[in-house]
T-cell receptor, first 114, second 111 residues
């Protein structure tokens, strides 16, 4: 176990709805990254938060947004859900926003959009 | 274009045998290369991280190599066990926050 937790574990939504996914980082970790992993593919970087500020973003539209709280836990919000948003959403925490340290991943939230 | 390509896409071997997974990348500028193990439906777990100056790094039965000149890496698994069945993902760090992920190699160990 990595100490990174995510909720919920599974979620079913319909197209057009909004969803919020949550992540609690490993104790002491100030950096959280979010990834989208489609079935059979590698994770795609969505964005990273460091000390409550977004400090990096992948190629995802603005309807993907996030927050990081003072305790370094984080949320991923997706508006106007599309069918292609169905995926495993992973969060990873680390000590170092520069990426030199190991990232510890949570178990993921599996989202199905109908 | 920054890419990480892995081969083979999938591999089936018998328990106890060795295997080698390949990773070729075109990511620049390069900072480090990581190998992750991902069990089905779970988050990835880090196996190794190698910087430009490191040629090899071991973690138990896992040994990763890196050739920064040819931009190739390999992950060698010795004396495979049933629990090694998983996807193995090669990841290259490009910048301060951007990690370029490969699609992974799905490894199946048969008794």
């Amino acid at each position: 176990e990595t100490g990174v937790t995510q909720s919920p574990t599974h979620l079913i939504k319909t197209r057009g709805q909004q969803v919020t996914l949550r992540c609690s980082s490993q104790s002491g970790h100030n950096t959280v990254s979010w990834y989208q992993q489609a079935l059979g593919q590698g994770p795609q970087f969505i964005f990273q938060y460091y000390r409550e500020e977004e400090n990096g973003r992948g190629n995802f539209p603005p309807r993907f947004s996030g927050l990081q709280f003072p305790n370094y836990s984080s949320e991923l919000n997706v508006n106007a859900l599309e069918l292609d948003d169905s995926a495993l959403y992973l969060c990873a925490s680390s000590l170092d926003p520069q990426g030199q340290e190991t990232q510890y991943f949570g178990p993921g939230t599996r989202l199905l959009v109908l | 274009k920054n890419q990480v390509e892995q081969s083979p896409q999938s591999l089936i071997i018998l328990e106890g045998k060795n295997c080698t997974l390949q990773c070729n990348y075109t990511v620049s500028p390069f900072s480090n290369l990581r190998w992750y193990k991902q069990d089905t439906g779970r988050g990835p777990v880090s196996l190794t991280i190698m910087t430009f100056s490191e040629n090899t790094k071991s973690n138990g039965r896992y040994t990763a190599t890196l050739d920064a000149d040819t931009k190739q890496s390999s992950l060698h698994i010795t004396a495979s066990q049933l629990s090694d069945s998983a996807s193995y993902i090669c990841v290259v760090k490009q910048s301060n926050y951007q990690l370029i992920w490969g699609a992974g190699t799905k490894l199946i160990i048969k008794p």
